[in-house]
């Protein structure tokens, strides 16, 4: 059994933790808070940028697609995988749920070569080894927020799509639902798949420049859209799980410390006890 001494240092202990998971708990509902904010601002924007876009694809019709990056490859040998996590860890199944979603998505396409564009440290550390190839990692997810890497992460993607380097490309990321809930889900990126009709989101419209010209424009922003919104998904979604995490950590310190306290209390009534009868025991000796 422990002694008073080794059980006063383990309740030390575990409220010290208690107090680091009380304030991370803190700190990630501080920076949810912003991040959501975040993430819903950008989804009128993002459901626009939908709409303006079946709008012209629908108009301009034909047999053909009026753009390279809404034109299907004839068949599909390569695909691309833009795969995101946190960069840091202490936010519960939040890393592992994604990385092995990855991993069943690879799998999953069979023979048709899987390239993986990790981004987010966690997701770097774990396609490194060996999973599958990695033509580039695109580092951190914290610093990816920013234009200048959206756009280096868009133009990587398309431009390998448009090579013929890549028939298809998906992300693969958690989706925020709700700050208790993330979900990993696999979401189509290129190629761009309009599914509105020319009487449902057109109607009688006058544009400047053309629609074509118009397009062009349209097609690569929209994918910038939709990386930004996975990256803003994704960041939203690990500080919920780690408010939950530190949370649900800072519970079990709380019960562990009552049980080790409940402890001590029972190892000092034996000890008071113990002395009690050798007293006794010594007094009644000296008779």
């Known amino acids: 059994m422990p002694s008073l001494k080794d059980i006063r240092k383990r309740i030390s202990s575990v409220k010290n933790t208690q107090k ?7 700190v990630s509902a501080a920076k949810l808070r912003r991040a959501q904010d975040a993430m819903l601002q950008l ?11 079946e709008s012209l694809a629908a ?11 809404l034109q299907a490859h004839d068949e599909v040998k390569r695909v691309g995988v833009l795969a995101l996590s946190s960069d840091r860890g202490m936010c ?3 890393n592992s749920q994604i990385i092995k979603r990855t991993q069943q998505y690879v799998k999953s396409r069979g023979d048709v070569a899987v390239a993986v564009y990790p981004l987010g440290r966690r997701m770097v550390t774990a396609m490194e080894k060996g999973v599958a190839e990695v033509p580039e990692a695109f580092g951190e997810i914290i610093p990816a927020t920013s234009t200048e890497t959206i756009r280096h992460i868009t133009d990587t993607l398309v431009d390998g799509f ?12 958690n989706r925020f639902r709700s700050a208790i809930s993330q979900e990993a889900a696999v979401l189509p990126l290129l190629p761009v798949t309009p599914e509105g009709e020319a009487d449902e989101v057109g109607g009688e419209m006058i544009y400047e420049p053309d629609q074509t010209a118009l397009l062009q424009y349209v097609v690569p922003r929209y994918i910038e859209v939709q990386i930004r919104q996975a990256i ?7 500080h919920a799980a780690r408010m939950n995490a530190m949370n649900n950590a800072t519970d079990n310190a709380s019960e562990m410390i009552g ?15 113990t ?12 008779k």
């Open 20 to 26: 680091i998971t009380k304030a991370m708990k803190l």
């Open 232 to 238: 803003l998904e994704s960041i939203a979604g690990e």
């Open 59 to 69: 108009q301009l019709g034909g047999d053909e697609a009026p753009h390279p990056l």
């Open 162 to 173: 448009l090579k013929g380097e890549l028939d298809e490309v998906v992300i693969v990321s």
């Open 275 to 286: 002395e009690l009868m050798e007293i006794i025991g010594g007094a009644e000796a000296l």
């Open 43 to 53: 989804r009128p924007y993002a459901a626009k940028h939908r709409e303006m876009l």
């Open 259 to 273: 049980s080790l306290t409940l402890q001590m209390n029972r190892a000092r009534q034996a000890a008071i006890t």
């Open 92 to 94: 519960g199944a939040f």
